[in-house]
C-alpha cells in the first residue's frame, strides 16, 4: 500500500483532493459585504484557475498525456488556455462586448 | 547491468518514444467532447454577465457540499483506474480486478448524490423550465452524468477484462497481450475526461459568484 502512494499518480492526486477542498472553503461566503463584489471576482478568477490547473494535471498524469506524441500535447493544453482565458475574460468583461 | 540501469534504460526508451493512450479513435472523441463542453462553458458565462443578479441568486440555492463530494468521489475514481490501468500494464494484474469496482463504487456514490440532489431541488419547485440559471444547471449536468453513466458501463467492461487478464495471465506467464492493452486505455482515457468535465462543472456553476 505504501509502495502505491509513493507513486507520483498518487502523490497528484493527493495534492487534487486538497485543490478541491481549497476551492470548496474559497466558495463558502467569507462575510465579504455584498456591496464590494470585486472581491468574489478575484475570489471567482482563482476558482477557476485553480480547476484548469487540476485539469491539466488530470490531462497529464491520469490521462498520460505527458508520455503522449507533442501534437496531443498542444491540443490539450490549447484547450485549457482558450476555455480558461474565455471564461475569465468573459466573467470580467462579459456584458461590453 | 545493475537493476538501477535497467530501470532508467526503460525510462529512457518511454521518453524517447512517444505514446497516444488508447486508440487514436477515442481521442477523437474526447477531444471532441471537450470542445463542445468548452463552447458550453463559455456560453454559460456570457449569458451570466447578462443577468448577474438572477444567477447569483439561484446559484445561492445550489447546495456546495454535494459538488466538492462529487468531485472527491471523481478523483477518488480516476485515481482507481490509473492504479488499474499501471497495474495491467506492468503484467501483474493483481490490483486492477479490486481497483476497477471500487472505482465503480466511485462513480455509484457521484450518481447517488447527484439524484438527492435534483430530487431536492425538484421537490423544491425548482425545475429546467424555472430559468435560465437552472436550465443550464439541468442541461450540463444531465449531460455530463449521461457520460457518467455510460462510463460506468466503460469501467464494468474494463473489470471483464482484467478478470480475463488474470485468467490468462496463467496461461501466458502474465503477458497481457497488446491489444487489451489498447482498449484498457481507451477505456480509462473516457473515465478520466468525465472527471476533468466536472472538475471544471463544480466551481463554474456552484462557486463562481
Request: charged fraction near 15%.
Amino acid at each position: 500500500m505504501i509502495r502505491l502512494l509513493a507513486k507520483p499518480v498518487s502523490a497528484v492526486w493527493l495534492l487534487l483532493m486538497l485543490a478541491t477542498g481549497l476551492s470548496w472553503w474559497l466558495g463558502l461566503d467569507h462575510g465579504i459585504p455584498s456591496d464590494q463584489p470585486s472581491d468574489y471576482r478575484y475570489i471567482s478568477s482563482g476558482l477557476m484557475i485553480i480547476a484548469f490547473i487540476k485539469v491539466r494535471i488530470v490531462i497529464r498524469y491520469f490521462m498520460e498525456v505527458r508520455e503522449a506524441p507533442l501534437a496531443l500535447k498542444l491540443i490539450c493544453d490549447g484547450w485549457i488556455v482558450l476555455v480558461c482565458v474565455a471564461i475569465i475574460y468573459l466573467y470580467w468583461f462579459g456584458v461590453a462586448i | 547491468m545493475n537493476s538501477a540501469d535497467c530501470f532508467s534504460a526503460v525510462e529512457r526508451e518511454a521518453e524517447i518514444k512517444p505514446h497516444v493512450p488508447g486508440e487514436v479513435g477515442i481521442w477523437v472523441f474526447i477531444l471532441g467532447d471537450m470542445l463542445i463542453f468548452g463552447l458550453f462553458f463559455i456560453v454559460f458565462v456570457y449569458y451570466r454577465g447578462l443577468s448577474v443578479e438572477l444567477y447569483s441568486q439561484s446559484q445561492a440555492t445550489l447546495n456546495k457540499n454535494y459538488g466538492a463530494i462529487n468531485t472527491l468521489f471523481l478523483l477518488a475514481s480516476s485515481w482507481f483506474v490509473a492504479m488499474a490501468v499501471d497495474d495491467m500494464r506492468n503484467k501483474t494484474v493483481k490490483l486492477a480486478p479490486v481497483f476497477l469496482p471500487l472505482a465503480m463504487l466511485c462513480g455509484l456514490g457521484f450518481g447517488v448524490v447527484k439524484i438527492i440532489e435534483y430530487r431536492e431541488k425538484i421537490s423544491a419547485g425548482i425545475t429546467i423550465t424555472s430559468n435560465d440559471f437552472y436550465m443550464y444547471y439541468y442541461i450540463f449536468t444531465g449531460l455530463h452524468f449521461l457520460h457518467v453513466l455510460i462510463g460506468m458501463g466503460v469501467l464494468v467492461f474494463l473489470w471483464h477484462r482484467a478478470r480475463l487478464a488474470v485468467t490468462q495471465a496463467d496461461v501466458r506467464d502474465g503477458a497481457v497481450i497488446e491489444k487489451d492493452m489498447v482498449l484498457i486505455e481507451s477505456g480509462a482515457s473516457y473515465w478520466h475526461m468525465v472527471d476533468l468535465l466536472w472538475i471544471v462543472l463544480f466551481p463554474l456553476l456552484y462557486l463562481m459568484k
